[in-house]
């Protein structure tokens, strides 16, 4: 079946502009996950929502970063008034149970000039 | 803070080499530990899951091995081939939130 997609694969943007990332999950997979991989600080958590459910939130980097998950599949990740340090590889990751495999898209590389 | 450490950062070997990849991750309670290869400008592609009750698992070439109560986790590829250049990357879960060590390059020359 389908795969983690994510959009738009590449997106180059200026400082100071909001942008918008998009992850499609395995269709039924309950969980999803935000990740940053970037050339200093290598692979970290930024988002978990599960469900219904509240979603934890502690690893985004300060408040220019937000998500939403509508109807529990497509999620939306943003990112307002970029700024250069925020350019990295954006990772999106599904899973159908908690804790198990996660299945991650091909990620969105995101420079901010 | 879970920290996960992967030695050696960069490996090379002749095809058909044997490989081995070490984790080690500072806090034993976790639930599971994942292995994952990363081509090149592309995403991460699953390898293999161990349960934190499990010892091994094995995938054709690949077996990985984890002893929760030293926090060490290894990865062995059988028969290196070209193809199996990449980073390989070690990820432990202690809830749900994968931390992720750094990786190890590898190259296999043919």
């Known amino acids: 079946g389908a795969g983690v997609s994510q959009s738009p694969s590449n997106k180059v943007t200026e400082k100071g502009k909001d942008v918008e990332l998009r992850c499609d999950p395995i269709s039924g997979h309950t969980a999803l996950y935000w990740y940053r991989q970037s050339l200093g600080q290598g692979l970290e958590f930024l988002i978990y929502?599960?469900?219904?459910?509240?979603?934890?939130k502690s690893g985004l980097p300060s408040d220019r970063f937000s998500a939403e998950r509508t109807g529990g599949s497509v999620s939306t990740l943003t990112i307002q008034r970029t700024q250069q340090e925020d350019s990295a590889v954006y990772l999106c990751?599904?899973?159908?149970?908690?804790?198990?495999?996660?299945?991650f898209g091909p990620g969105t590389r995101l420079l901010v000039l | 803070k879970q920290e996960v450490t992967q030695i050696p950062a960069a490996l090379s070997v002749p095809e058909g080499e044997n490989l081995v990849l070490n984790c080690s991750f500072t806090d034993s309670a976790i639930y599971n530990l994942q292995w994952f290869r990363q081509d090149p400008g592309k995403g991460l592609t699953s390898l293999l899951l161990i349960q934190s009750s499990q010892r091994e698992q094995t995938s054709g070439r690949l077996n990985a091995s984890l002893d929760k109560s030293s926090g060490r986790s290894t990865l062995y590829i059988a028969a290196s081939q070209p193809g199996d250049s990449a980073t390989y990357l070690c990820?432990?879960?202690?809830?749900?939130?994968?931390?992720f060590g750094a990786g190890t390059t590898v190259t296999v020359r043919a």
């Open positions: 990820a432990v879960s202690g809830d749900y939130k994968l931390s």
């Open positions: 990751a599904s899973s159908d149970i908690t804790p198990e495999t996660q299945y």
């Open positions: 929502f599960q469900g219904n459910s509240a979603p934890d």
